[in-house]
């Protein structure tokens, strides 16, 4: 089946989970109202389904071409693109200032999780453009932004982000690229990244390259590494692309999936021909270039974890259509050959699909509500929200669209294992979203590391104080009237709280080494982001239940319903396990060496 946009739940999570409606309430953005924010979610929604859906096999299928180094992307991604960069979708939630509509980071998001569902491969490049542009308006000097902004905010032309090589991947202090100073105000780049999105394509006329690199007289390890801006062309003085600038794809990768998306091997400075590099420009201060990078890679792992939502929903769909159709063996009660979606079993995987892409819905709307928060009131609360929910956005929504898209083959049986149904697919595209922008591995720890122990903890035990809240308001309605719906969703919710506080509280008293901390952050982060997930879908419940007493009679709201009870008494069941494993896992993981000997 094709991809239909979800935008009745789009709509629901943002205005009763996330608090659209609240923060519109309250001011934060100006004249947006109702009308606005759907008519503009309906034009994504229609773009989604009648330009981008049709190329998902497409890109799959043709991938890109490399030769002679440039890159031509597949059959009509380059047609998509301009009707996208014409249309405005680039510049959603960036300034008027430079041309963008200035809307919230929050319609920014559901925006975004329509058109990388369509087509997951198209809509890498974006997300890297819009946080370039986040990362210059921040960082960059006025003569910078002047001369580069407009055209990328506008998406005539698009940008990457060069971190990784050979020797550097998740360890950036290992970088090798060198920066020198020129003596006009430029710099002379050389050396080599990988793994660069989009770094050589036929979809603009430019490409802005925004580059880690090393001063000579650099400090080592992270503390050394400056941010610098390497355009594919050269500018001319009317500011259009003039001569070829000193950079060059030397190869694209042969990836499990998304092949419609190029991920190339960048060489700067190769040939000499300007210099002795690439013509650069430094964005920000010198030896402050990872500071400015983490501008535009928080943006990225937002996006990255909307990922994981995009495709868990695009698989939910496919497979419950399938189910809906598929019949095979007889279901309790059946008097015949039964759709498969009767069977018990079946049912059970398509409620989990369902409940883990709900959940991290909304999770990253309530993320980038924070964000827009932070941003627009200079909410210092809002801001370590943002700051606590960014790495499990990341972290726990690629691993649910990771694991939904896993179920989404096993609902199609043998069929899910054969490439046209385009189950296979939506995996091997997936997949790669819990290792690139930080592991997943990397999320956990810089949550407990980094995040939790802020302020002596205050930040993470007002969002636990914010989470009993919700509960106690599940278990008001559940004893205020009939509301046998919710089952036990007040205690399990309870239970799982339990979980993560006590978790939460061993991790912030200290006294144990590092290897014991960081053996407790994967763990954690799983408590952490399931816990989360199950308290905003019963915040949604809660909504739900209020408007059906209220007289609306949509079976919609019962769903939502069900599915914040099934994650409640089927999967936050998993809470007290997880803290035991984030508390006493420290000691099984130092045992377990000797399993390698």
Not at 404 to 411: D, F, M, P, R, T
Not at 546 to 574: C, N, V
Request: glycine share 12%; with cysteine.
């Amino acid at each position: 089946m094709t991809y239909r946009a979800p935008l009745g739940e789009i709509l629901f999570t943002l205005e009763h989970v996330a608090g659209l409606g609240v923060a519109v309430r309250d001011g934060l953005f100006g004249g947006l109202d109702d009308d606005l924010v759907r008519a503009l979610l309906d034009q994504a929604g229609s773009f989604a389904e009648g330009v981008l859906a049709p190329l998902n096999r497409t890109g799959d299928v043709e991938g890109v071409r490399f030769a002679d180094g440039a890159v031509r992307t597949p059959t009509g991604f380059r047609d998509a693109y301009r009707r996208w960069a014409d249309a405005g979708w680039n510049g959603v939630a960036l300034p008027e200032e430079w041309g963008g509509a200035g809307l919230p980071v929050m319609l920014n998001t559901a925006v975004m999780e329509m058109h990388t569902a369509a087509c997951m491969a198209f809509g890498m490049g974006p997300v890297l453009t819009q946080g370039a542009s986040d990362a210059l308006i921040a960082h960059a000097s006025e003569a910078l932004k002047a001369r580069w902004l407009p055209k990328l905010v506008s998406g005539e032309w698009t940008a990457t982000m060069n971190l990784t090589e050979p020797q550097a991947g998740s360890d950036l202090g290992l970088l090798r690229t060198r920066a020198v100073p020129a003596g006009d105000g430029t710099y002379r780049i050389t050396g080599q990244k990988i793994f660069i999105t989009c770094g050589e394509h036929d979809l603009s006329d430019n490409i802005v390259h925004l580059v880690l690199a090393r001063l000579p007289d650099a400090p080592a390890g992270t503390k050394g590494i400056s941010l610098f801006l390497v355009p594919k062309r050269l500018l001319d003085e009317d500011g259009s692309p003039g001569a070829l600038n000193d950079v060059r794809c030397a190869g694209v990768e042969h990836k499990l999936g998304l092949h419609g998306s190029p991920t190339c091997t960048m060489v700067f400075g190769e040939d000499g021909s300007l210099g002795g590099g690439a013509v650069g420009w430094l964005v920000g201060e010198e030896n402050r270039g990872l500071a400015c990078m983490f501008t535009m890679m928080n943006r990225a792992r937002l996006a990255t974890g909307l990922q994981g939502v995009s495709i868990g929903d695009r698989a939910y769909q496919q497979a419950l259509a399938f189910a809906q159709e598929r019949r095979q063996g007889r279901a309790p009660g059946a008097a015949g050959t039964s759709p498969i979606v009767d069977h018990p079993d079946v049912r059970r995987m398509l409620l989990t699909m369902r409940a883990l892409t709900a959940a991290g819905r909304a999770i990253a709307y309530t993320t980038a509500e924070a964000i827009d928060r932070a941003e627009r009131g200079g909410d210092a609360a809002a801001q370590e929200r943002a700051d606590l929910l960014t790495p499990v956005t990341k972290a726990f929504c690629t691993d649910a669209g990771i694991e939904v898209a896993s179920l989404g083959i096993q609902v199609h049986g043998g069929m899910g294992f054969v490439e046209e149904t385009g189950a296979a697919q939506l995996l091997r595209d997936v997949r790669i979203t819990s290792i690139y922008e930080g592991t997943n591995g990397i999320q956990a720890i810089d949550l407990v590391t980094r995040k939790l122990p802020r302020k002596g903890g205050e930040p993470v035990r007002a969002m636990l104080a914010g989470w009993r809240a919700i509960v106690a308001d599940v278990a008001a309605d559940v004893a205020a009237a009939d509301a046998s719906a919710f089952g036990a969703m007040a205690p399990r919710l309870t239970e799982a709280l339990d979980a993560v506080e006590r978790a939460t509280g061993w991790l912030l008293a200290g006294g144990r080494d590092v290897e014991e901390t960081l053996a407790a952050a994967t763990p954690y982060m799983r408590l952490f982001g399931l816990t989360a997930g199950g308290v905003l879908l019963a915040k949604g419940a809660v909504a739900a239940l209020g408007l059906l007493r209220a007289g609306q009679d949509d079976p919609a709201l019962r769903g939502r319903i069900a599915t914040a009870r099934f994650y409640a008494e089927d999967l936050l069941t998993a809470a007290p396990g997880l803290a035991q494993t984030t508390m006493e896992g420290g000691a099984t993981l130092r045992a377990g060496v000797d399993a390698f000997a």
